[in-house]
């Protein structure tokens, strides 16, 4: 699954979402008529009793516009704000399988990283890649260290000079004191 967006919280009464994105092409994601995969780990609301709702493994966009850098959506069924109040948190997604290789041979989806082995150039195994977290300042690697813990890693150039897609690892360089934190 490619996680492309994240419903921030209800706007209105009418079941609309406010959507934090992370795609860089939402009018090809966010269309209308659009059905997006809920991330199969997401939990309702802390405020929602779980057997009254159930987040949809699905959800059909009916209508989409923009709103200060987000996206106001309504969902198909979704038409009440205490159901989109459920809904905060929730993970949007799309099959990975419907995602096209990137132009840029220097980039790359989330789903391709997770799971790699992450190595030092001398070849010490540092850990796998959990997830990527989209920070502000540059993307992270979330790593599952051998120890247990994580480690974030800044998803730069300097760091991580090369990632080997089909040798399934990823170089990181790390400066002196990353993993001393």
Same mark, same amino acid.
């Given at each position: 699954?490619?996680?492309? $967006?994240?419903?921030?919280?209800?706007?209105?009464?009418? $079941?609309?979402?406010?959507?934090?994105?992370?795609?860089?092409?939402?009018?090809?994601?966010?269309?209308? &008529?659009?059905?997006?995969?809920?991330?199969? $780990?997401?939990?309702?609301?802390?405020?929602?009793?779980?057997?009254?709702?159930?987040?949809?493994?699905?959800?059909?966009?009916?209508?989409?516009?923009?709103?200060?850098?987000?996206?106001?959506?309504?969902?198909?069924?979704?038409?009440?704000?205490?159901?989109?109040?459920?809904?905060? &948190?929730?993970?949007?997604?799309?099959?990975?399988?419907?995602?096209?290789?990137?132009?840029?041979?220097?980039?790359?989806?989330?789903?391709?990283?997770? $799971?790699?082995?992450?190595?030092?150039?001398?070849?010490?195994?540092?850990?796998?890649? =959990?997830?990527?977290?989209? =920070?502000?300042?540059?993307?992270?690697?979330?790593?599952?260290?051998?120890? &247990?813990?994580?480690?974030?890693?800044?998803?730069?150039?300097?760091?991580?000079?090369?990632?080997?897609?089909?040798? &399934?690892?990823?170089?990181?360089?790390?400066?002196?004191?990353?993993?001393?934190?």
């Amino acid at each position: 699954m490619l996680y492309v $967006g994240r419903i921030a919280r209800p706007h209105g009464i009418r $079941g609309e979402v406010i959507v934090d994105l992370r795609t860089d092409d939402p009018d090809e994601r966010f269309a209308p &008529g659009k059905v997006l995969v809920t991330d199969p $780990g997401a939990m309702p609301s802390k405020d929602t009793d779980p057997a009254a709702f159930q987040v949809p493994e699905r959800l059909t966009i009916e209508e989409v516009r923009s709103h200060h850098g987000r996206l106001i959506i309504g969902f198909d069924g979704i038409y009440d704000r205490n159901v989109a109040e459920a809904l905060r &948190g929730v993970l949007l997604c799309v099959d990975s399988a419907d995602v096209g290789p990137l132009a840029d041979p220097d980039e790359f989806h989330d789903h391709q990283l997770v $799971g790699l082995t992450a190595v030092t150039p001398s070849g010490e195994t540092l850990g796998e890649v =959990a997830r990527i977290d989209h =920070a502000p300042a540059s993307d992270l690697l979330v790593l599952r260290r051998p120890e &247990g813990h994580t480690a974030l890693v800044p998803f730069v150039k300097a760091i991580v000079p090369e990632v080997d897609l089909a040798g &399934g690892r990823v170089i990181v360089d790390p400066p002196e004191g990353l993993f001393d934190l």
